[in-house]
């Protein structure tokens, strides 16, 4: 799969990954009903455009593969996600909310960076970040891709994306 980065098999896979882990997660931690959405495909050239989001945490890898993963959804369902995570109960993403949204994030990263060891070898998980707003930008290596990964849960949907380009 190493050479095959951007093909639609290890694209497949890479979706694969992402709902193995996000169930894991949710299964273990949020015990919610989750059912797996779309998955949207960013190849190596191809134009990003990311989705209008009010919340994202954001883990990010080095190593053997570059690029990282990132939680996203509405303002309300990352409180949701952080109030059942956690058992208290949350008014502001910042603070011990955005600890508990981005421990999610790390444990859905982590989960992601395991089953793509065994591939690409030794992967660095960095420390998460939440950005919370609508009035932002990111800006990302031209030459990455991507596999966003939809999901949907009783308090509304949101998405788990895994962005990379060859260590």
């Given at each position: 799969m190493k050479e095959d980065l951007f093909s639609p098999a290890a694209m497949s896979a890479f979706a694969a990954m992402i709902k193995d882990s996000v169930g894991e997660v949710f299964g273990t931690y949020l015990t919610w009903d989750i059912s797996p959405g779309p998955m949207v495909v960013k190849r190596e050239g191809d134009p990003y455009r990311p989705p209008e989001t009010e919340v994202t945490s954001i883990v990010n890898f080095s190593g053997g593969i570059y690029g990282g993963v990132h939680l996203a959804s509405s303002l309300p369902l990352a409180l949701q996600m952080a109030t059942n995570f956690s058992g208290e109960a949350y008014d502001t993403i910042f603070g011990e909310a955005g600890d508990a949204l981005g421990e999610l994030a790390n444990m859905i990263g982590g989960g992601v960076q395991t089953r793509l060891s065994k591939e690409y070898g030794t992967i660095h998980l960095t420390p998460p970040t939440i950005i919370s707003g609508t009035n932002y930008r990111m800006q990302y290596k031209s030459n990455f891709g991507s596999v966003r990964q939809y999901f949907?849960?009783?308090?509304?949907?949101?998405?788990v994306e895994f962005f990379f380009w060859p260590g």
């Open positions: 949907k849960v009783a308090g509304g949907l949101f998405y």
